[in-house]
């Protein structure tokens, strides 16, 4: 079993819609979840993070990490045509390595 | 990418040859990564670093070797590509200061190998 697993999609979705992107992940050492948003032909970009279990909100994006079930998600709100890109979740322990084990990432596609 | 660049964006080897790709900061950041990325396979960790001259392996190091003697530059190096190292291969760094921190990630390389 893969440490983290993500659903790559492609996930097609109309402008406007609520889009839900989700990861489980099988080492209960992970601590710190991340989302990083990539567009085509460029580097991944922090989009947002969480320690341990509970709920983020920023603007149209939510994060929510369920530890007891080892599963994490993203959801947008009023998706854009903007939001557009690959979503890849990572994660890591506590302590002081900072690796990160990343996702597949999912490829999504907002339509006007 | 604000404070991290890679050297070249773009090379086009053959394979047996020697290939160097650089990865400079300008953060002073304690850790810095090589990352290559595949279709199919996402994110796979070749080697990271944890100061100057202090590096290790990560899950597809072989065929790869790094380097690190000053604190803004990482350099990857592939021995003798292959076609299999065709790629785009990602450098990131991240600080150490004791709470979270995220990635952050050059422009990437993209690298073929005929």
């Known amino acids: 079993q893969k440490e983290v697993e993500q659903d790559p999609g492609p996930l097609s979705v109309p402008e406007g819609a609520i889009v839900s992107l989700n990861c489980t992940y099988s080492?209960?050492?992970?601590?710190?979840f991340m989302w990083y948003r990539q567009y085509s032909r460029k580097g991944p970009e922090l989009l947002m993070y969480?320690?341990?279990?509970g709920n983020k909100e920023d603007g149209r994006f939510t994060a929510q990490v369920d530890k007891s079930s080892k599963y994490i998600s993203l959801f947008i709100r009023d998706s854009q045509p903007s939001d557009s890109a690959t979503y890849l979740c990572?994660?890591?322990?506590?302590?002081?390595?900072?690796?990160?084990?990343f996702g597949k990432g999912t490829l999504l596609t907002v339509n006007p | 990418d604000a404070g991290i660049t890679q050297s070249p964006r773009h090379k086009v080897t053959e394979t047996g040859t020697p290939v160097t790709l650089r990865c400079h900061q300008t953060e002073n950041h304690r850790y810095m990564y090589w990352y290559r990325q595949d279709p199919g396979h996402g994110l796979r960790l070749i080697h990271y670093?944890?100061?100057?001259?202090?590096?290790d392996k990560g899950e597809v190091s072989d065929g790869y070797s790094v380097s690190r003697s000053k604190t803004e530059d990482f350099l990857l190096t592939l021995e003798s590509a292959t076609s299999s190292q065709t790629s785009v291969y990602f450098c990131?760094?991240?600080?150490?200061?004791?709470?979270?921190?995220?990635?952050?990630f050059g422009s990437g390389t993209r690298l073929t190998v005929v």
């Open positions: 670093s944890y100061g100057v001259k202090d590096t």
């Open positions: 969480t320690y341990s279990s």
């Open positions: 080492n209960s050492a992970f601590q710190y």
């Open positions: 990131a760094i991240s600080g150490d200061r004791g709470r979270i921190n995220g990635y952050t």
């Open positions: 990572a994660m890591r322990s506590g302590g002081s390595n900072y690796k990160l084990t």
